[in-house]
């Protein structure tokens, strides 16, 4: 087989690193690694850049360029930083992508790879969230081939294939619940960054352990799922299962319903989307359905987790709306992490600031940028009148 380029962005992060793992443990000969993207680690990004071989190693972030060189030092791999490097690393040709930026910072990258060609697995839900429809015309736009890696969306994948549009009845997603699944209000009310971070069961950066906790995660997974899947809104459905078995389903019209399960372990969804259309060795441990015996599920708690109502009003409500709730949580997760707002204040920065912006229409990319500006400094705003009450 032909050896195939590759490029990570988001290399040094959980995604990032669970994609370096599987190329490590490829046969040699069978990927070549163009570029690595990080934000600002540059210790991290140049030990991955030297064991995988890369060519080119790019930090966001331009201040850490002289550690970044320094680190690699002798190794003839390439380093730059800044936003236009990152935008230039996406670009470069390659066969796959994985795009593993956090949050919109990922939009731009994203957007470049597929327009470049070639196939972009898709982690960085964000992008999806805040610019949907200008996400899916760029694909279009250079047939580039968009595979989703978010555990439910490439579970949901897998048990789409082949299917028909019309033959679908309903996708449902899975949430764990998160560390606050059985939680009192007045204890998520009070609740750390150490306790939000804690997932009962996958191990993952801050901010979408936070959105887990919060349940923002499964809403923005449910626009993710709008965006990627021939249904309707109201056709899109969740079910709290702390097991975290089942990743997804596609429940047919004629009463078939279909999953993906697996161990928890992020490394199946990115081989599947590494290899397919065919199917690579994963050294996973194996789901031991006899050891689990049960399956539970659930309706989540719409008073706990008001998140999943609001991500369905934006849904709804389309345009720039999910754009804004999107920036506004990032806001919230990054305050709530530094401890300048509680835990609860994510979801009420969230619902006013969609409120404030959510009704502004985003006809082009500059628009989506602009709203995301301006829905950010609104977000700010309320979270320091919350704060000063
Ligand atoms: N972790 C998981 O299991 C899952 C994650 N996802 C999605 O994948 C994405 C990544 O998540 P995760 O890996 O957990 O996040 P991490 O926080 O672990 O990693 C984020 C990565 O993005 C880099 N980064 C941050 N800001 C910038 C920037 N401005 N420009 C370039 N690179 C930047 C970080 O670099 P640095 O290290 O230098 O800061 C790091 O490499 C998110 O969108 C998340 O929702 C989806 C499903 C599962
Ligand atoms: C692994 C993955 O895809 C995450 O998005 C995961 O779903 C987070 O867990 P929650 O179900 O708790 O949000
Ligand atoms: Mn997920």
């Known amino acids: 087989m032909a050896v195939r380029r590759v490029t990570v962005l988001g290399a040094t992060g959980s995604i990032g690193r669970s994609t370096a793992a599987l190329l490590e443990a490829a046969s040699p000969g069978e990927f070549e690694v163009e570029a690595l ?20 190693a790019v930090v966001a972030d331009e201040a850490a360029l002289p550690a970044l060189r320094e680190a690699l030092a002798g190794s003839g791999i390439e380093a730059a930083a800044g936003e236009a490097a990152v935008v230039e690393a996406a670009s470069r040709p390659v066969d796959w992508t994985m795009a593993a930026i956090v949050g919109a910072a990922g939009l731009a990258s994203t957007l470049a790879a597929l327009a470049r060609g070639g196939t972009l697995a898709l982690a960085n839900k964000e992008s999806l969230v805040c610019a949907g429809p200008i996400v899916l015309d760029a694909a279009k736009a250079s047939g580039a081939l968009l595979l989703p890696v978010d555990s439910e969306h490439n579970a949901i994948f897998q048990a789409l294939v082949g299917a028909a549009p019309e033959s679908i009845e309903q996708i449902i997603l899975t949430a764990s619940g998160g560390p606050f699944r059985n939680a009192t209000l007045a204890e998520m009310r009070a609740a750390t960054p150490e306790q939000a971070v804690k997932h009962p069961v996958w191990s993952m950066g801050a901010k979408i352990s936070v959105d887990s906790a919060s349940m923002f995660n499964k809403g923005l997974e449910l626009i993710e799922a709008a965006r990627l899947f021939p249904v309707e809104p109201r056709q899109l459905g969740v079910l709290v299962h702390p097991q975290s078995a089942v990743h997804g389903l596609v429940q047919y019209k004629d009463g078939s319903l279909l999953a993906q399960l697996g161990t928890p372990d992020m490394r199946t969804p990115i081989a599947h989307a590494l290899a397919w259309p065919h199917r690579m060795q994963v050294d996973v441990p194996r789901l031991d359905l006899a050891a689990l015996s049960r399956l539970e599920f659930s309706a989540p708690d719409p008073v706990r987790f008001p998140a999943l109502r609001l991500c369905r009003e934006a849904l709804e409500a389309g345009h720039g709306a999910p754009c804004v709730l999107n920036a506004a949580n990032e806001v919230g997760v990054s305050l709530f992490l530094a401890r300048r707002l509680g835990f609860l204040d994510i979801a009420t920065v969230v619902e006013e600031t969609l409120a404030a912006l959510g ?22 705003e309320i979270a320091a009148l919350r704060a000063a009450a």
Do not use: I, S
């Open 37 to 56: 993207v990080a934000g600002r680690d540059a210790a991290g990004l140049a030990a991955q850049a030297r064991k995988l071989g890369a060519k080119l």
């Open 359 to 380: 009704g502004e229409r985003v006809p082009d990319l500059a628009a989506v940028l602009a709203l995301d500006t301006a829905a950010r400094a609104r977000a700010h």
